[in-house]
C-alpha cells in the first residue's frame, strides 16, 4: 500500500531563514504530487504541483519554490522566510490516470518568528 | 477562474441530528467532488467522494448528492455523534493532467452531546 511521509513534523524558522520541506511517496510510482498551505484556521491553498520528475506547476506566486528531484520526492524551499510563511503544509499524491483521490501526508506546522 | 463556495461556515447540531453541507462550483467541466474530514491538527482524509456520472453516493451514516445542472453537491450525515465534529471540505476537480483539487473555504460541525 502507499505512504507519505513529510519532515520535519514541526519546524521554528526566524524571518529571512532559508527553508527545506521534503515529502516522500512510497508503494507508487509516477504520482502527481502537490503542496498545499494551510493559514491558522483556514483553508488549504495549493501552492504547486507536479506531474512528473523535474515538472512544477505554481499557482501561486510568493517566495516560494518547488522541486521535484526524483519520481517520489517532493521539495518545498524558500530562500528568506516571511512571517506569512507561517502555516501548516501538506503534501498531497494522487495515482492520475482513472484515480482521481488525492492523499494527505502527516503536515509541518511552521512557525515564523 | 475556478472556484467552490461552501455553506455554512459553522454547524452545530445535537447528537443523532442530521448535518447538511452545502458546495457551489462554478467550472462546468469539473467531474469529481470528494468531501475531506479535518480534526483539529491532523491532516484531511478523504470520507466519500462522487463523480459526475453519479447523482448519490452513500457509505454507512454519510451520504453525498450531486446537481450536475445546479452545479452543486451536498454532504449528508445521519444520526451525528461527538467524533463527527470536524471542519469539513468540499473539492472539485476536472479532468486534466493535473488533477488538481479546488477547495471550499471549510465548515466547522460541532455536535453536542
Known amino acids: 500500500s502507499q505512504t507519505i511521509h513529510q519532515w520535519p513534523a514541526t519546524l521554528v524558522q526566524p524571518v529571512g531563514s532559508p527553508l527545506s520541506l521534503e515529502c516522500t511517496v512510497e508503494?507508487?510510482?509516477?504520482?502527481?504530487l502537490y503542496w498545499y498551505r494551510q493559514a491558522a484556521g483556514r483553508g488549504l491553498q495549493l501552492l504547486f504541483y507536479?506531474?512528473?520528475?523535474?515538472?512544477i506547476s505554481s499557482e501561486v506566486p510568493q517566495n516560494l519554490s518547488a522541486s521535484r528531484p526524483q519520481d517520489r520526492q517532493f521539495i518545498l524551499s524558500s530562500k528568506k522566510l516571511l512571517l506569512s510563511d507561517s502555516g501548516f503544509y501538506l503534501c498531497?499524491?494522487?495515482?492520475?490516470?482513472?484515480?482521481?483521490?488525492?492523499?494527505f501526508g502527516p503536515g509541518t506546522r511552521l512557525t515564523v518568528t | 477562474g475556478e472556484n467552490v463556495e461552501q455553506h455554512p461556515s459553522t454547524l452545530s447540531v445535537q447528537e443523532g441530528d442530521s448535518a447538511v453541507i452545502k458546495c457551489t462550483y462554478s467550472?462546468?467541466?469539473?467531474?469529481?467532488f470528494p468531501w475531506y474530514k479535518q480534526e483539529l491538527g491532523k491532516r484531511p482524509q478523504l470520507i466519500i467522494d462522487?463523480?459526475?456520472?453519479?447523482g448519490e453516493k452513500k457509505d454507512q451514516r454519510i451520504a453525498v448528492t450531486l446537481n450536475k445542472t445546479a452545479k452543486h453537491f451536498s454532504l449528508h450525515i445521519t444520526e451525528t455523534q461527538p467524533e463527527d465534529s470536524a471542519v469539513y471540505f468540499c473539492?472539485?476537480?476536472?479532468?486534466?493532467?493535473?488533477?488538481?483539487?479546488?477547495f471550499g473555504s471549510g465548515t466547522r460541525l460541532l455536535v453536542r452531546p
Open positions: 508503494g507508487t510510482s509516477n504520482p502527481n
Open positions: 467550472d462546468s467541466a469539473s467531474n469529481y
Open positions: 462522487i463523480r459526475s456520472n453519479v
Open positions: 498531497a499524491w494522487s495515482l492520475g490516470g482513472v484515480r482521481y483521490e488525492q492523499y
Open positions: 473539492a472539485a476537480s476536472r479532468r486534466d493532467s493535473s488533477y488538481k483539487l479546488i
Open positions: 507536479s506531474v512528473g520528475i523535474g515538472q
